[in-house]
């Protein structure tokens, strides 16, 4: 896993968009913003995923292939959806199980963009209330796990005003320390 600012640059959402030079963002700063993570080599990975979903009291888990032969006929609009900005009410959890991608979170309150470019054996929690955005880079195909806890709705609000009043929105950053 490697996280950096993005650079805003017009372009190709699947391209790296990495600022030149770099400006790497770390695992700890990351988890100031509620953004958890680990790496868990893909090979034997069950007994540690097991103990993570074990202790956060993730119950529950499926398999997400998100790719054109995966998808078929809802793939551009999926593919489009994912990367409109959103936020959801539950914890968005993910385990790289092949493939590569990117999951963009929005840094408050400086509202920048912080790029987390996954490969397998990347972990990582997205906590409820935080807004983000997910592409495919150029290899077209990511394969992951999702865990979760009971029936997660996973229903994505687009960032509007409303969204930015929402009690999940206002848990979050009371939790990071920022607004009300
Ligand atoms: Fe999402």
Redesign the pocket.
């Known amino acids: 896993m490697r996280a950096y600012y993005f650079d805003n640059l017009p372009g190709d959402q699947r391209l790296p968009h990495d600022y030149v030079p770099s400006r790497p963002v770390t695992r700890e700063a990351l988890a100031k913003m509620n953004v958890l993570s680990w790496t868990i080599p893909v090979e034997g990975y069950a007994a540690e995923v097991d103990e993570i979903a074990r202790a956060r009291g993730y119950k529950n888990r499926d398999t997400i292939d998100v790719s054109r032969e995966g998808m078929g006929e809802i793939y551009e609009s999926k593919i489009k959806g ?1 990367f409109e900005e ?3 009410e539950d914890e ?1 959890i993910r385990y790289i199980l092949g493939g590569s991608g990117f999951f963009d979170v929005r840094e408050t309150p400086s509202d920048d963009w912080i790029r987390v470019a996954m490969e397998p054996g990347d972990l990582l929690v ?1 906590p409820a209330g935080i807004y ?3 592409t495919l880079d150029e290899t077209d195909r990511i394969l992951a796990l999702r865990l979760f806890q009971d029936e997660p709705k ?1 229903v ?1 609000h687009p960032r509007s005003e409303a969204t930015d009043a929402n009690v999940h929105r206002l848990g979050y950053l009371r939790t990071i320390g920022v607004g009300a």
């Open positions: 994912f959103h936020m959801h968005e997205l983000h955005r997910f996973w994505p």
